[in-house]
């Protein structure tokens, strides 16, 4: 590589570095781990074991931060003095193209991380899928993104935990709701909250035609602190009936399934992991809870707000953030970001993090203090 394609690299860096300072906020950064140090030294701090391990999370977090930015830093000059030690006046080592490469790739995924900084981001997520119009076709649909997310979780060193799960009539899903257990879990599955579409020749079609068929993807944080929402009775219809989930000895042996509708907003959650209806129905009102308390929180931001899911358009033509593309060529694109992957398949297997971290860096840093 010639001496002026790696200077340029390092001025790249040199203000990638910089721009990460600036959106880390040193200064804000200490202030806070000096507040959470506080309150992790008084006696009383594991009284509420929830809340204690949601703040141990924050300071290490930012811990983890800090520290990395600084050896990111110390690298960076290590590989500045490298370069001009450099003898040979047009080529540059080896080494030092070496160095450089997983300094670049390590600052990108720092820069990933600078971005999640937003509530909750840090916490585990909850997929929830629902197939669109149009009965087996989509309800396959639906199954094939679900085992897409349980794949990158796999990847991810991510635990999965399926707390709902409503077979399809023949084949696919009616419905499913999916835990993924991670650091920053939350953080980067937000990115996958749409409507996702399909284009295929339908398996299910005697005729062999091509079908569009489309799934909506919720995603919410799973919420450990206790939410300070009020559930009235009347406002709750409870059903509770057989698990039908994907295997397991429990089951279909006892009516130990939950699921919860609140009456006012529409909304519906259920649950069936657990061996016990108490248990499901403690995480349906958890989920709730949770659904309920990001609509409160929009609508104190917008005047207009409207339901919770508002944002999350219409689950069919032209609303859709990403196209799975199966015939005639194969093809996945990202509606908000341009980004087109032909390895449809790495796709199906998980590998989503182009799309991920290409919609996490179009959104703007904000301090998260």
């Given at each position: 590589?010639?001496?002026?394609?790696?200077?340029?690299?390092?001025?790249?860096?040199?203000?990638?570095?910089?721009?990460?300072?600036?959106?880390?906020?040193?200064?804000?950064?200490?202030?806070?781990?000096?507040k959470l140090n506080y309150a992790m030294q008084k006696e009383d701090f594991w009284k509420y074991p929830q809340k204690a391990v949601t703040i141990s999370q924050q300071f290490n977090d930012l811990q983890d931060?800090?520290?990395?930015?600084?050896?990111?830093?110390?690298?960076?000059?290590?590989?500045?003095?490298?370069?001009?030690?450099?003898?040979?006046?047009?080529?540059?080592?080896?080494?030092?193209?070496?160095?450089?490469?997983?300094?670049?790739?390590?600052?990108?995924?720092?820069k990933i991380k600078i971005f999640l900084n937003q509530s909750y981001d840090i916490n585990n997520a909850i997929l929830l899928f629902h197939p669109g119009a149009g009965g087996t076709e989509s309800q396959d649909w639906c199954e094939m993104l679900f085992r897409?997310?349980?794949?990158?979780?796999?990847?991810?060193n991510f635990k999965t935990e399926i707390l709902d799960y409503q077979?399809?009539?023949?084949?696919?899903?009616?419905?499913?709701?999916?835990?993924?257990?991670?650091?920053?879990?939350?953080?980067?599955?937000?990115?996958?909250?749409?409507?996702?579409?399909?284009?295929?020749?339908?398996?299910?079609?005697a005729n062999s035609k091509r079908h569009t068929s489309f799934v909506a993807c919720d995603v919410l944080p799973e919420i450990n602190e206790e939410i300070k929402i009020?559930?009235?009775t009347e406002d709750l219809k409870i059903d509770v009936f057989r698990s039908s989930g994907a295997g397991g000895q429990h089951v279909n042996t006892t009516?130990?399934?939950?699921?919860?509708?609140?009456?006012?907003?529409?909304l519906v959650v259920g649950c069936q992991n657990?061996?016990?209806?108490?248990?499901?129905?403690?995480?349906?009102?958890?989920?709730?809870?949770?659904?309920?308390?990001?609509?409160?929180?929009?609508?104190?931001?917008?005047?207009?707000?409207?339901?919770?899911?508002?944002?999350?358009?219409?689950?069919?033509?032209?609303?859709?953030?990403?196209?799975?593309?199966?015939?005639?060529y194969k093809m996945v694109k990202d509606h908000r970001t341009n980004q087109e992957i032909f390895q449809l398949e790495q796709v199906m297997d998980g590998n989503i993090d182009e799309f991920i971290n290409g919609y996490l860096t179009k959104i703007p840093i904000s301090s998260p203090h």
């Open positions: 590589m010639e001496k002026y394609e790696i200077n340029q690299i390092l001025q790249n860096l040199h203000q990638n570095l910089q721009d990460l300072k600036q959106a880390l906020d040193i200064k804000k950064t200490n202030q806070t781990i000096e931060k800090k520290t990395t930015l600084e050896t990111l830093k110390q690298n960076y000059l290590d590989l500045e003095t490298l370069f001009n030690l450099n003898e040979s006046p047009n080529k540059t080592s080896a080494l030092l193209e070496e160095e450089l490469k997983n300094l670049t790739k390590a600052v990108f995924d720092f897409m997310y349980q794949k990158y979780a796999q990847k991810k077979p399809g009539e023949g084949a696919g899903i009616k419905s499913a709701t999916l835990l993924i257990k991670g650091t920053y879990a939350y953080g980067y599955l937000k990115a996958e909250k749409g409507v996702h579409r399909l284009v295929r020749i339908s398996p299910f079609d009020n559930l009235k009516d130990s399934a939950v699921r919860i509708t609140h009456l006012p907003t529409g657990e061996r016990s209806q108490i248990k499901n129905k403690e995480k349906a009102l958890q989920m709730l809870k949770t659904k309920l308390f990001q609509l409160a929180s929009k609508k104190q931001k917008e005047e207009n707000a409207k339901k919770f899911q508002s944002d999350q358009k219409e689950n069919g033509w032209g609303s859709q953030i990403r196209s799975y593309v199966f015939h005639p």
